[in-house]
């Protein structure tokens, strides 16, 4: 098992910023990719952005150029840092890993972005 807690969801005005984190009890180093998708309402689950084992990122084309993934391998905790937030992308957050060819997903953590 590979337990995945995220945090860092709220409600945030469109232009703002927020910053999520992914922390799980295993080594991050060793997972084969670690990284965010949302899934918004009505809509199917996409990704956001991830690490493969290589260190190389992807990212959404909807989301390139204001958002950012980093890592603190030594606190076995990803990070989604969110920049320009918009409207549509309002979504529940949720952390997945993929060990041993398993994928691991976290509860999620809400984003509304809104006035």
């Known amino acids: 098992q590979v337990p995945l807690v995220e945090s860092g969801g709220g409600l945030v005005q469109p232009g703002g910023s927020l910053r999520l984190s992914c922390t799980t009890s295993?080594?991050?180093?060793?997972?084969?990719?670690m990284g965010w998708y949302r899934q918004a309402p009505g809509k199917e689950r996409e990704l956001v952005a991830a690490?493969?084992?290589?260190?190389?990122?992807n990212y959404a084309d909807s989301v390139k150029g204001r958002f950012t993934i980093s890592r603190d391998n030594a606190k076995n905790t990803v990070y989604l840092q969110m920049n320009s937030l918009k409207p549509e992308d309002t979504a529940v957050y949720y952390c997945n890993a993929i060990y041993y060819g398993a994928h691991y997903w976290g509860e999620g953590t809400l984003v509304t972005v809104s006035l």
């Open positions: 690490f493969t084992r290589g260190g190389s990122t």
């Open positions: 295993r080594t991050i180093f060793n997972f084969n990719a």
